[in-house]
């Protein structure tokens, strides 16, 4: 069975600063997507940033970007200028076909 | 549009008793599916649906059933409740499989068993 580890429970940054969530996720399959999401204290999930697998070209949405690295299996996630409404619990997820898999999850403080 | 809707947003239960978690959504999407969230873990997939009438497991599908008899609603029913069913459940829907289409959450449901 498709994996995601995050092994960075807690992350803190500086208000303005740059920091980078780690994600890894185990599979067997070439064709799928990875996510990021959001969750802030109001338990919304919000979708930050989607790659599919197939296109080398790393996504960027505005002030998040990742870093997809197909042959490691790993999809990091970086914020530019931190923002404090970027605090929050952030889950790498994985999607093929009809299974999805989310990470553990990471908490985001960001330190004004 | 109101998006993905979940009634309750709170529920307590007793060992054993029944109940069913609510979701809908007004997007006409084909696929609707059932998260639990426990600390430390993640979201894990309990069942999900490709359409009307079509239904199936997840990662963690016992103790839980559900059905799909509209596009709009996919209720999740909880037949003799347990304290290892507290959770917070989040429904999603998305048009149509795979990862191409993004998922849209609910808000959640904060359910206790004791």
């Known amino acids: 069975a498709q994996t995601v580890t995050q092994s960075q429970p807690e992350m803190s940054v500086q208000e303005a600063e740059t920091v980078t969530l780690s994600c890894t996720y185990d599979?067997?399959?070439?064709?799928?997507?990875l996510f990021w999401y959001k969750q802030p204290p109001s338990r919304q999930m919000i979708l930050v940033i989607r790659?599919?697998?197939?296109?080398?070209q790393n996504a960027t949405e505005n002030r998040f970007s990742v870093n997809f690295q197909k042959a490691a299996k790993s999809f990091s996630l970086k914020i530019s200028d931190s923002q404090l409404g970027d605090a929050a619990m952030y889950f790498c997820?994985?999607?093929?076909?009809?299974?999805?898999?989310f990470g553990a999850g990471t908490r985001l403080t960001v330190k004004p | 549009n109101a998006g993905v809707t979940q009634t309750p947003k709170f529920q307590v239960l007793k060992t054993g008793q029944s109940m069913t978690l609510q979701c809908a959504q007004d997007?006409?999407?084909?696929?609707m599916s059932w998260y639990r969230q426990d600390p430390g873990m993640g979201l894990r997939l309990i069942h999900y649906?490709?359409?009307?009438?079509?239904?199936d497991q997840g990662e963690v599908p016992n103790g839980y059933n559900v059905s799909r008899s509209t596009t709009e609603d996919f209720p999740l029913r909880l037949l003799s409740a347990a304290p290892s069913q507290t959770s917070v459940y989040f429904c999603?829907?998305?048009?149509?499989?795979?990862?191409?289409?993004?998922?849209?959450f609910g808000p959640g449901t904060r359910l206790t068993v004791l």
């Open positions: 999603a829907s998305s048009q149509g499989l795979a990862g191409r289409n993004e998922q849209f």
């Open positions: 599979t067997s399959e070439s064709d799928y997507y």
């Open positions: 790659q599919e697998a197939y296109k080398q």
């Open positions: 997820a994985y999607r093929e076909n009809n299974d999805m898999r």
């Open positions: 997007m006409n999407h084909e696929y």
């Open positions: 649906s490709v359409g009307a009438g079509i239904t």
